[in-house]
């Protein structure tokens, strides 16, 4: 039985981020034949560092809905 884009998400969420970094790698190079520069050890290295700031407190995130608006504004949209 093949499992749900929902319950392969779900699952994902458990993995550890540099996993998760590794599937989106493998992924993007099965599908399209190249990996996403973005994905290279020092990228993988600051998104890990950044979202353990987040969980810690240190640094608070900003949603998407405010960052998008913000971009908008600056486009002129």
Same mark, same amino acid.
């Given at each position: 039985?093949?499992?749900?884009?929902?319950?392969?998400?779900?699952?994902?969420?458990?993995?550890?981020?540099?996993?998760?970094?590794?599937?989106?790698?493998?992924?993007?190079?099965a599908k399209? +034949? #190249?990996?996403?520069?973005?994905? &290279?050890?020092?990228? =993988?290295?600051? /998104?890990? @560092?950044?979202?353990?700031?987040?969980r810690?407190?240190e640094?608070? +995130? #900003?949603?998407?809905?405010?960052? &998008?608006?913000?971009? =908008?504004?600056? /486009?002129? @949209?």
């Amino acid at each position: 039985m093949a499992l749900t884009l929902d319950q392969i998400v779900e699952e994902a969420r458990q993995w550890p981020d540099d996993v998760v970094a590794e599937l989106v790698d493998r992924l993007m190079l099965a599908k399209h +034949g #190249v990996s996403d520069p973005a994905l &290279s050890p020092a990228w =993988r290295s600051t /998104v890990t @560092r950044r979202v353990e700031e987040i969980r810690r407190g240190e640094v608070q +995130g #900003v949603p998407g809905e405010v960052v &998008s608006a913000r971009i =908008r504004k600056i /486009v002129g @949209r």
